[in-house]
């Protein structure tokens, strides 16, 4: 049965013998798993152009903004190295050199306080806002009707939709010296309490803040991870024995470590940026000390004070460790096995 039949050729008198695996894959070229053509050359650039021209044209919306607000303006970086006016063209600035980069080397106050600031509020992030969508996913998958899982996600996927401005007022008219809190205690002789101004809590403010507003968004790519394990893996684990728990850390967990790895690693990318919006409505409660970070340092002396060339010279550094954060974490990435973000072909 490994062989086909031996057909006898009228013309030659002689058997052809065909494998069975050839013949399970005979038919047309393209029936085939490779898209190459015979002979086993690669299509030219053009050639897959063509091919994939709609997706091209789907795609060029989106690359068209992507370099319109992203790279472009990656040519503002010069700013760092002169003595920019806004009021004279970008080239014809006076050059300083390295001259804006003191704050950093040489140690600025405001600076050095502004990245401590930068730094805490990124830690308690990734260690609180971070796994928030997982764990709110896992206890989403959980749900057995569906119905009430579809009901639960669209109330939590809400506040993403509200802008800051709606988020902190929102805070301010529970929360505020006026808000309906302080009113209640207020109402029973009990002295109130200074949420919003006390720059102690203020880290512990931005991040109960960001878990409300993004948690609920941030499941949906752990949903749809965990709609791609295989339920097999779980009538096996029940099989065996396994608790819920053991499910979970051994079936669920893996079955979305990846993705996990990938967003962590973006987040790293991203771990300078702690929320300029958030920050700055809210900074006049707490003062500059407890609230500034680089996002606000940078336009608080650019916008405002006028120091076009330090600033970008902040924002500059902030880029470059960004992108050196997300490079090293995804080679620590493929040291232990995971895709990462990107490949080496």
Known sequence: MARANEVLSPQ??????????????????????????????????????????????????????????????????????QEYLPFVPLGRSAWVGWDNFAVIFNGDAEFLNALKNTLLITLVQVVFV??????????????????????VQSVLYLPHFLSWVIVIAIFQQILGGSGLINNVLRSHGIDTIDFLGNPDSFITLLT??????????GTILFLAALTQIDPGLYEAARVDGASRWRQLWHVTVPGIRGLIILLLILRLGDSLTVGFEQIILQQNLVGRPASEVLDTYVYNNGVLAGQWGVSAAVGLVKGLFGVALVIGANK???????????QKP
């Open 12 to 81: 030659a008198g002689k058997s052809i013998t065909t494998d069975h695996a050839v013949v399970a894959g005979s038919g047309p070229p393209s029936a085939g798993g490779s898209s190459s053509p015979p002979g086993g050359n690669q299509l030219s650039w053009w050639a897959r152009a063509r091919r994939d021209k709609i997706l091209l044209l789907m795609a060029l919306p989106g690359l068209v903004l992507m370099l319109a607000f992203h790279y472009l303006p990656l040519f503002g970086n010069l700013i760092a190295f």
């Open 130 to 151: 971070f796994p928030a969508p997982i764990a709110l996913a896992l206890l989403l998958n959980s749900l057995l009707s569906e119905r009430i899982k579809r009901i």
């Open 208 to 217: 109960s803040q960001v878990i409300w507003k993004d948690s609920g968004w």
């Open 332 to 342: 620590v990435a493929h040291i232990f096995g995971e895709a990462g973000v990107y």
